[in-house]
Nanobody, 124 residues
Framework: QAQLVESGGGLVQAGGSLRLSCTASGRTVSSYAMGWFRQAPGKEREFVAAISRIGGNTVYAESVKGRFAISRDNAKNTLYLQMVSLKPEDTAVYYC?????????????????WGQGTQVTVSS
């Protein structure tokens, strides 16, 4: 079992930046790919970004490409999401997750463990 705790969310104006963190405990996650998803009110949870177990490969949703950067520090069992040039449509609860393998994954069904989420609100 892995427990994931996200932090770093908050209220920011459009054009601003935030860095989300996700710390894992109960299990070493360095052998697995990890990812970020988000869910806006009334919408399905959607893929945002994923990173391979070593961190050498990443993939992003088109809507965040060039603005968000995913990274990880396996020594700290921590995943990050640096977000810049935020837009009101980025407003959502952001979730980190651990995949069931080491390959990049973009589907919710590819992930076994999820955090509780952290709210990101971008005002216009």
């Amino acid at each position: 079992q892995a427990q994931l705790v996200e932090s770093g969310g908050g209220l920011v104006q459009a054009g601003g930046s935030l860095r989300l963190s996700c710390t894992a405990s109960g299990r070493t996650v360095s052998s697995y790919a990890m990812g970020w998803f988000r869910q806006a009110p009334g919408k399905e949870r959607e893929f945002v970004a994923a990173i391979s177990r070593i961190g050498g490969n990443t993939v992003y949703a088109e809507s965040v490409k060039g603005r968000f950067a995913i990274s990880r520090d396996n020594a700290k069992n921590t995943l990050y999401l640096q977000m810049v040039s935020l837009k009101p449509e980025d407003t959502a609860v952001y979730y980190c997750a651990v995949a069931n393998g080491f390959l990049l994954a973009t589907r919710r069904s590819d992930y076994d463990y999820w955090g509780q989420g952290t709210q990101v609100t971008v005002s216009s």
